[in-house]
């Protein structure tokens, strides 16, 4: 599973095009203030993003979309 933190509709900018991909939403589960959005992008990979529900409702994400994930980190930690 990989978590990012923003969704867009719109295509990302130049600079954002390596860290991104497009895919279908396939999940929207809300929470009470935040909720989580799983997009399939393809090869067995899903992406699951935790973003407060008024940018669910914002960018109006429903399962069947077809939405962007842009994946912006500072830092990955990986552990065995």
């Given at each position: 599973m990989v978590c990012c933190r923003l969704i867009s509709r719109k295509p990302p900018?130049?600079?954002?095009?390596?860290?991104?991909d497009k895919g279908q939403v396939i999940g929207v589960q809300r929470g009470q203030t935040t909720g989580?959005?799983?997009?399939?992008?393809?090869?067995?990979i899903i992406i699951t993003s935790s973003i407060t529900n008024e940018a669910i409702d914002d960018l109006g994400l429903a399962v069947g979309d077809d939405a962007t994930a842009v994946i912006k980190a500072s830092d990955v930690m990986v552990a065995k």
């Open positions: 900018n130049e600079a954002q095009r390596a860290e991104s989580h959005v799983r997009i399939d992008v393809g090869n067995g």
